[in-house]
């Protein structure tokens, strides 16, 4: 970047910044307005709609510039919550003395750089050779290693000498053979974490317990994040933001140190794993939002598509994607311009189809998508006919002549209701299959 893009980049960011602190200074007109931004005026005169939405899709990053203590993720974000054991994977080699510090670090700091496996280190390979193999502490090749550091003086997990030492393990020896009868919360030492700029859980001190819980059955472990680092907290900050212009994330989050409210919990994940007639297959889910339900059913083995239509969705839904590792396909467009695949097991159409029941001519490309579709089975959550939203609609159904429109337009036929309402809204979810 050159000094004449840099002095604009920085002016931008700074009306904006000056912008929004007096926006902020006047009580209520933030929540108003957003209100009135997001969802009113666009009910009222839909060409309005049609151009914001037009004018949203292409500069939604604007928000992003928006600076604000109400985006201070330290303010959601909570420290001590209980992990899954599978999403630790490396160890950062640091010492306890430097503990204090590291909680402290710059944002220049790449913990990549000093990253090992877990099952690399010499905490997991003493562990693993004494609890699988079933060889003596002092018989282990790598036990020497701990006690040449302990000849320096310097401490391991605690202890000061080799007599020490021998304790520790031994108590590990003693969790390991009773993990039956211990509480996790209790006897076991509280595992200190970090988090890197790609959202990856790192153990900063707890080694010898995070190797144990690894070669045990345990699945989760009580984990004290003590650094994240500064893009991470970028990312959550940006998300805060991307959150409080859509006035509540939809979906709950899946990566643990996410734990932002969202409308909707994993009730409807549950609820249709429970409807599932197979365990494997293609799945589309239609107006994916995040695609919560392709992590998921990626989970279960299906192979998911997320066809989403709006841009900031689908960037928050690519980031999340990668940090999770998962593979589904993000196609971003509208559902009625899907033409490369049309053909799948299980359909999800929750909270989706209404929106096209508001105008005409969404109505008649629903038809014409349904007529395109093949598909076995589509789990349909419809939405409840006296909401505000459908007051101008072009047809508004009740939720039974909903399901018989999609009968009567799909290749499907049969129909069960297999909830009434979830997370405490009256929209119910049906099983509409061959
Ligand atoms: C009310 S949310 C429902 C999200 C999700 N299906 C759920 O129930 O958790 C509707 C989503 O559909 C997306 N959407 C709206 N119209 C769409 C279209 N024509 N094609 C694809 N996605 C669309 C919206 O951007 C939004 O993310």
Redesign the pocket.
């Known amino acids: 970047m050159n000094d004449k893009q840099n002095f604009i980049s920085k002016m931008k960011g700074k009306t904006i910044r000056v912008f929004w602190y007096f926006f902020t200074k006047v009580p209520k007109l933030k929540t108003t307005l957003f209100r009135f931004y997001a969802w009113r005026i666009f009910e009222i005169v839909p060409y309005f709609k049609k151009l914001i939405y037009k004018f949203y899709d292409k500069f939604w990053y604007i928000e992003l510039l928006i600076d604000n203590k109400d985006f201070d993720p330290s303010n959601y974000q909570i420290d001590k919550y209980s992990l899954e054991i599978s999403r630790i994977k490396f160890a950062i080699h640091i010492r306890q003395t430097s503990l204090k510090h590291l909680s402290n670090i710059d944002s220049n700091w790449d913990f990549s750089e000093n990253l090992t496996n877990i099952k690399d280190t010499n905490e997991y390979i003493l562990l693993e050779n004494h609890f699988l193999k079933k060889l003596r502490w002092k018989d282990i090749d790598v036990y020497s290693d701990f006690v040449k550091v302990l000849s320096t003086n310097k401490k391991v997990s605690g202890c000061s000498n080799e007599v020490e030492f021998l304790k520790y393990l031994d108590s590990l020896d003693e969790i390991f053979q009773n993990f039956d009868r211990i509480d996790i919360n209790k006897d076991i030492a509280k595992i200190k974490v970090g988090i890197d700029r790609n959202g990856r859980f790192l153990v900063f001190d707890g080694l010898f317990i995070v190797s144990l819980l690894k070669l045990s059955d345990f699945k989760t472990a009580p984990v004290e994040v003590i650094n994240r680092h500064p893009l991470w907290i970028k990312f959550s900050s940006d998300f805060l933001k991307f959150q409080s212009v859509h006035g509540e994330l939809?979906?709950p989050l899946i990566h643990p140190d996410l734990s932002f409210e969202s409308s909707?919990t994993d009730q409807r994940f549950l609820i249709i794993q429970e409807n599932l007639a197979i365990n494997n297959g293609t799945l589309l889910?239609?107006?994916?939002?995040l695609a919560?339900f392709c992590h998921k059913f990626e989970d279960l083995g299906f192979n998911c598509y997320a066809?989403?239509?709006?841009p900031s969705?689908v960037h928050y839904m690519k980031k999340l994607r990668d940090i999770e590792g998962k593979k589904f396909k993000i196609i971003n467009k509208?559902?009625?311009d899907l033409k490369e695949k049309l053909d799948f097991d299980i359909v999800?159409a929750?909270?989706?189809f209404h929106?096209f029941l508001r105008e005409k001519e969404l109505y008649q490309n629903l038809i014409a998508f349904l007529g395109r579709l093949k598909l076995k089975t589509m789990y349909f959550?419809p939405h409840d006919p006296s909401e505000n939203i459908m007051r101008n609609a072009y047809v508004n159904y009740d939720n039974e002549q909903f399901v018989r429109f999609i009968i009567k337009n799909s290749c499907l036929n049969k129909f069960e209701l297999i909830n009434k309402q979830s997370d405490g809204r009256s929209r119910p979810i049906y099983k509409i299959f061959k």
């Open positions: 939809y979906q909707y889910d239609i107006g994916a939002n919560y066809v989403e239509i709006r969705n509208s559902i009625f999800l929750l909270n989706i929106h959550q």
